[in-house]
């Protein structure tokens, strides 16, 4: 089965950096374009960046030169690299992808951003 697994949240301070990693099974992963979104408690899930099987990124707006997202085929893994955080990046981050028509959900990880 398709699994999507999160790593690399955590607590950080205004300006500082996290990686993000998500860990994919069960797709053919060099096939599959990957994204990452967020979730803020009581607020709608919003991409945050997206990569093609060719490795072409995508972001929103709001994370734009401060996020980057990147893949390692060989550890069918994708990466979400935040760095000058701000307290409005605080939400859960979410893998996602999609294989034969079917959209795919991690569980998320937390990443707080606070003083």
């Known amino acids: 089965q398709v699994q999507l697994v999160e790593s690399g949240g955590g607590l950080v301070q205004p300006g500082g950096s996290l990686r993000l990693s998500c860990a994919a099974s069960?797709?053919?992963?060099?096939?599959?374009?990957m994204g990452w979104y967020r979730q803020a408690p009581g607020k709608q899930r919003d991409l945050v960046a997206t990569i093609t099987n060719a490795g072409r990124p995508n972001y929103a707006d709001s994370v734009k030169g401060r996020f980057t997202i990147s893949r390692d085929n060989a550890k069918n893994t994708v990466y979400l690299q935040m760095n000058s955080l701000k307290p409005e990046d605080t939400a859960v981050y979410i893998c996602?992808?999609?294989?034969?028509?079917?959209?795919?959900w991690g569980q998320g990880t937390q990443v707080t951003v606070s003083s």
């Open positions: 996602s992808t999609t294989w034969r028509a079917r959209n795919y």
């Open positions: 069960g797709i053919i992963f060099s096939n599959c374009a």
